[in-house]
């Protein structure tokens, strides 16, 4: 059976609809860095295009007679996203998607080290010659105590689950902590292309520590 991270770790992936607070361990991801509208921007589509054209050339690593030290079969994680503005600024308004930098990434097991990563990288330039796979990076990840909520509806509705996950944040005795590496984060756990907007699944997850005492 292969293995599904979002059924192994519900706790990161499957969160309620009311905020709870969680402490996410290290993980490998592979990841491309951008900025830009992710509705419009070509750079992101093709980011996306490099991400899961990586992750599924893992996952098949094991049919090219080569097979990975420590493999394992998997089912591909969700596309993950950490999002902040060009001026460095925490997202606050989302509607202003022109304005965004991100980080796409998708998750990778454990076995996936840099030998594996450019394996599948020189495999997928092979198939997809035309693919610009030099924003590619595989990234250890340790995002540490953090908040988070079970986003349902349209993107463009975040707002109002951000209010709460915030409010939640604040009562708890704990603040935001964004850095240069802790983001506003949002896991994907449906395909807007083939799920109607008000049933989308968004996992939100702002990176927390505790408040200060006076």
């Known amino acids: ?51 899961y054209g990586l992750s599924y050339g893992v996952k ?56 594996v990563f450019e394996s599948a990288r020189l495999a997928l330039a092979k198939k997809k010659p035309d693919l610009d796979l030099s924003k590619a990076r595989l990234m250890s990840f340790t995002e540490g105590l953090c908040a988070q909520i079970m986003h349902i509806g349209a993107y463009d509705d975040e707002p109002g689950t951000i209010a709460v996950l915030e409010k939640f944040i604040a009562e708890s005795g704990y603040v935001p902590d964004f850095t240069g590496t802790r983001r506003h984060h949002e896991i994907y756990l449906g395909d807007p292309r083939k799920t109607a907007p008000e049933k989308l699944k968004t996992v939100i997850r702002y990176p927390i520590r505790e408040a200060a005492h006076e």
């Open 1 to 51: 059976m292969a293995i599904d991270f979002k059924k192994e770790r519900k706790d990161l992936y499957q969160p309620k609809t009311a905020p709870s607070v969680v402490d996410v361990p290290e993980m490998t991801f592979v990841a491309v860095d951008g900025s830009g509208n992710p509705n419009t921007s070509p750079e992101y589509k093709a980011a996306l295009e490099t991400l």
């Open 60 to 115: 098949m690593s094991k049919m090219g007679g080569t097979q990975p030290e420590g493999y394992f079969d998997f089912v591909v994680p969700p596309l993950e996203g950490l999002w902040w503005f060009k001026d460095g600024g925490v997202v606050t308004d989302i509607l202003d998607k022109d304005s965004f930098c991100w980080t796409a990434m998708i998750r990778q097991p454990d076995f996936v080290n840099g030998g």
